[in-house]
Structures are given as C-alpha cells and as structure tokens.
C-alpha cells in the first residue's frame, strides 16, 4: 500500500495502488496555525479520501502507522517527513512534484547557485518559452517591464473564489471542537476558504487564472493595493504545494497562452519564471543548506515577534503598510511576495525579529507556507540571516519604496519622506536606523558602497538613532 503524504495530493504522486492517507490534527497543538490554513489542509485530505481506492485513516500522530501496512511512498518534499518514511522501511520513488530533478541541481550546481543562471538552465532544459536556441523575445527576464503601481481605481479583476461544500462545514466544526477542547490555537479569521483544496477546483483556478489575471499579470505582479488583495496574482501556490497540480502541467498551460496571442510575453515570462525558477530554487536550496539552516543569525537578530504582529493584529499598528498586510494574512492567511518581502520582511528586519521565530511564523501563518520553501526566503532573501549566501544584499528599503509601490501612504499618519520627528515613517526611519545598526557587519560588502556613501552624509543620524530606539509607535 501507498502511503501518501498530505502535500502530494494530485494524480501525479499516485503510484497505482492502494493508499493509505493519514490525517494528523495534532499537529495543530505543537504549533500555532492560521485557521484557514489548517481547514484548506484537513478539507484537501478529506476531498482526496473521496477516491475509493484511499484509505483514510486519522491518528494522533505519525507514529502509529504500521509499517507492515505501508510499503511504498514518493519521496517527500522536507527533512521531516523523509525521516518517518525512512523510519517506517518504505521504498521511495524519486521526489515529484517539481520542474527538475536532484541529480540535475547537483550536476550543475558547480556554476553557480544564481538564480538567474539555474533559471535560464531550466528554461533550455525543459524548452520552455524558447524559440530555438534562444529565449522568446530575445530576452531572458522582463522583470523591467514589470514595475507598475496599480492604477487610481485598482484592476477591478476578478479572482478565483471556492464554493464550500459539505466537507468544509464538518472540518469547520472539527476546528472549532478542537479550539473549544483548549489544546489548539489558532490565529487568523476563520473562512471562508478561498483556495482550490481539490484536483478539481484547482484545475478551475489555473483555469481562471489563465482567462482573467494572466493577461495583466506582468505589469502589476509588484504592486499593493489597498481594496484589493489578489490582484492579477493567481492563488495558485497553496494547491501548487499540496500537490494538487504538476507544476509543468500549469507551466504549460501558460506557455500555450503567450503562443496562442492570449496573454503578452512580459506577463507570461514574469509568471512562469516564479515556478520553473523561483520554486523548484529554493526547494533546491532547502536540501542544499541543510537542517543548521534555519538556525543562521548573521545579524545576531533576537528582538521577539511582537505581540500584535504575531497575532495579526492590524489594527494595533498606524503604519498602514505593515497594518494592511497584516490584515490581509488575518483575512485571508495570504499576502502576495512584495507585501510578504518589502513590508513584513522588511519590518522584521529593520527591527531585528529573530529570523527562527519569524521563519516559523511565515510558514503557520500563510496558507502556502510549507517548511521547505520558507527558510531560503525567510531566513536568507527576507533577513539576510545567512550572511549572504541566498542573496548578494539585505532586502530592506524605506518608505519611498512603499511609495510608489502601494497605495497605502496617502492616509497614512506617517510621512514617507520624513525620517526624524513625530511624522517619521518607521519604515524610512527604520531603514537608516538598520544601516547603523549593521555597518560593521555590512561595510564590506560592495553592493552596499552607495548606501553606506549616503548614510555617511546624514545630518541627524544621531538623533535618528535616539528616536528610533524609543519607538513605541509603529
């Protein structure tokens, strides 16, 4: 029999068998999950177990599975679950789930671990979006292109949205049994959910991605706007790392777009880059960097998760950037990349959250976050924990950024442009105050030169650094 994991839930990830499935709810009382996060899990176990030749069963936890039951599995995504399957004797079959292989990371990982150079790889690789021998378009990245703020009025697209069903209510009351019996607690808003916990449903959503938001995508994949919370985005990466869709069958759709005339090649690109690139990149690195990974602190970052931040509430905060994001994973347990890198991210370390503690936020807290593609986003990209070896420099930016980006500064409290006084954006004030903080630390590297040239020239950066060790405000 098959033992299937609760991220390999798509017809890809079936060996042709019998399965077992195990539902786990304890693993909801060793952590603590957004609420729509642990219903959209506990409603794509349940909708798998509809098929006859899957078992269902529940446990307390993983432990009790007998391993004279199960004999097979697909090789899991992380570190964890490898160890139980290795535990339990099974035969692995080689990871899917992926646009590329182990062996082919390890056989070219000697060049380099750039992501542009593994991207462009993958692209010749899988002939994805290639005339030839060289790239559609005669370019390999459109990111250029792809920097517009939304305009007055938002996109006004209309996004995938989920019909609960009967499977829903009773995870609904099994969640909120669990939640009276006082051994779990979640954060978040509960429901409606609002992703494709099925194979159907997110055949739908790629589907209604592909007709309404691919089209606009490119342009506004970087912008915030306020009243809208998908945007062109595609609500795809949650039935994505369920294993609910291949990630070639998806990249493939796309491409079939652009060649058939219905979507432009800068939206295209810019989308399927995030997949074949971005995903299967740090999915790599999660194996790559090993277990002591996490643990990076190249920063010495121990500040804790503030109260309100860990919690979601949005409404604790004046910065309208940081509350709105904050809101919108409280509501939605879901906020797209620039929101998750330039305003929480970029908060956290601005502020020196320790990168742990905020790695296994991330991933309780959003409905995609799994523990193998957090930690090379979170602890290296996001924080800068590792010293360097995700990313060449700290992704940290002040309120000018914001800016321009988001529609949020307007009705803000705070000035983006005022750094010093009781008008001074935390974020903009907080980004020079991060460069005292860490120059020893960061001097030497020479992407930095221009910034630390004009930290040099600040005429109040000591009574910045005053105001901001007093901040209370945010």
């Given at each position: 029999m098959q033992?299937?994991f609760?991220d390999q839930?798509?017809?890809h990830?079936?060996?042709?068998e019998e399965i077992?499935l195990p539902e786990?709810?304890?693993?909801?009382?060793k952590?603590?999950?957004h609420?729509q996060?642990?219903?959209?899990i506990?409603?794509?176990i349940?909708?798998?177990?509809?098929?006859?030749r899957?078992?269902l069963?529940?446990?307390?936890?993983?432990r009790e599975?007998?391993?004279?039951?199960?004999?097979r599995?697909?090789?899991p995504?992380?570190?964890p679950?490898?160890?139980l399957?290795?535990s339990?004797?099974v035969?692995l079959s080689?990871?899917?789930?992926f646009?590329?292989?182990?062996?082919?990371?390890?056989a070219?990982?000697?060049?380099?671990l750039l992501?542009?150079t593994?991207?462009?790889n993958?692209?010749?690789?899988?002939?994805?979006?290639m005339?030839g021998?060289e790239?559609c378009?005669g370019?390999?990245?459109?990111?250029h292109?792809n920097?517009k703020?939304?305009?007055k009025?938002?996109l006004g697209v209309q996004?995938?949205?989920?019909?609960?069903?009967?499977?829903?209510?009773?995870?609904?009351r099994d969640?909120?049994a669990?939640?009276?019996?006082?051994?779990?607690?979640?954060i978040?808003?509960d429901?409606p959910r609002?992703f494709?916990?099925s194979?159907e449903e997110?055949?739908r959503?790629?589907?209604?991605f592909i007709k309404?938001?691919l089209p606009i995508?490119?342009?506004y994949?970087?912008?915030?706007?306020?009243t809208?919370?998908?945007?062109?985005?595609?609500?795809l990466?949650?039935?994505l790392n369920?294993?609910?869709?291949d990630?070639?069958?998806?990249?493939r759709r796309?491409e079939?777009a652009y060649?058939?005339?219905?979507?432009p090649l800068?939206?295209?690109e810019g989308?399927?880059?995030q997949?074949?690139g971005?995903?299967?990149y740090?999915?790599?690195?999660y194996w790559?960097?090993?277990?002591?990974?996490?643990?990076?602190n190249?920063?010495?970052?121990?500040?804790?998760?503030p109260?309100?931040?860990?919690?979601l509430?949005?409404?604790e905060?004046?910065?309208?950037?940081v509350?709105?994001a904050?809101e919108s994973v409280?509501?939605?347990?879901?906020?797209h990349?620039?929101?998750?890198?330039?305003?929480l991210?970029n908060?956290a370390?601005?502020?020196g959250?320790n990168?742990?503690?905020?790695n296994?936020w991330?991933?309780?807290?959003f409905?995609?976050?799994?523990?193998?593609?957090m930690?090379?986003?979170?602890?290296?990209?996001s924080?800068?924990?590792?010293g360097?070896r995700?990313?060449?420099?700290?992704?940290?930016?002040g309120?000018s950024?914001?800016s321009?980006?988001t529609n949020?500064c307007?009705?803000?409290?705070?000035d983006?442009?005022?750094r010093?006084?009781?008008n001074?954006?935390?974020m903009?004030?907080g980004?020079?105050?991060?460069?005292?903080a860490n120059e020893?630390k960061?001097r030497?590297?020479?992407?930095?030169?221009q910034?630390?040239?004009?930290?040099?020239?600040l005429?109040d950066?000591?009574?910045?650094?005053?105001?901001?060790r007093?901040r209370?405000?945010f």
């Open positions: 033992l299937l609760a839930l798509g017809p990830f079936d060996l042709g077992l786990v709810t304890s693993q909801f009382a952590r603590t999950y609420r996060k642990a219903h959209l506990l409603y794509a349940r909708a798998r177990a509809m098929d006859p899957v078992t069963v529940k446990l307390a936890s993983y599975l007998d391993p004279n039951i199960v004999t599995a697909v090789s995504t992380s570190r679950m490898l160890a399957a290795n339990l004797g035969s080689e990871p899917r789930g646009c590329s292989s182990r062996e082919q990371w390890l070219n990982k000697g060049k380099g992501l542009e593994f991207y462009r993958q692209r010749r690789t899988l002939g994805v979006l005339d021998t790239p378009g370019q390999w990245n459109f990111d292109d920097r703020p939304v305009p009025g938002g996004h995938f949205e989920v019909l609960e069903d009967e499977i829903d209510a009773q995870v609904r969640l909120d669990l939640e009276a019996s006082g051994l779990v607690r979640f978040g808003e429901g609002k494709a916990g194979r997110a055949l959503a790629l589907d209604h309404h938001q995508f490119g342009p994949e970087d912008a915030v706007y306020d809208e919370w998908v945007l062109a985005h595609s609500m990466s949650a039935p369920l294993g609910l869709l990630p070639m069958e998806v990249v796309v079939e060649r058939s005339g219905h979507a800068q939206s295209v989308f399927i880059r997949v074949i971005w995903r299967d740090v999915w790599h690195l790559e960097f090993g277990e002591d990974y996490e643990g990076s190249f920063l010495n970052a121990n500040a804790p998760l109260e309100w931040f860990a919690n509430r949005g409404d905060v004046e910065s309208r950037c509350s709105h904050l409280s509501k939605n347990a879901w906020a990349h620039i929101q998750r890198l330039m305003i991210g908060f370390l601005q502020r959250l990168p742990r503690a905020l296994d991330f991933i309780d807290a409905v995609d976050g799994t523990p193998w593609v930690p090379a986003n979170v602890i290296g990209m924080q800068y924990a590792d360097g995700m990313s060449t420099k700290p992704y940290s930016a309120g950024y914001i321009k980006m949020l307007g009705g803000c409290r705070f983006p442009k005022v010093v006084g009781p001074a954006c935390p903009t004030a980004y020079w105050n991060f460069l005292v020893a960061l030497g590297n020479p992407r930095m030169n910034v630390f040239a004009g930290l040099s020239k005429s950066r000591s009574e910045l650094v005053l105001q901001e007093a209370k405000r």
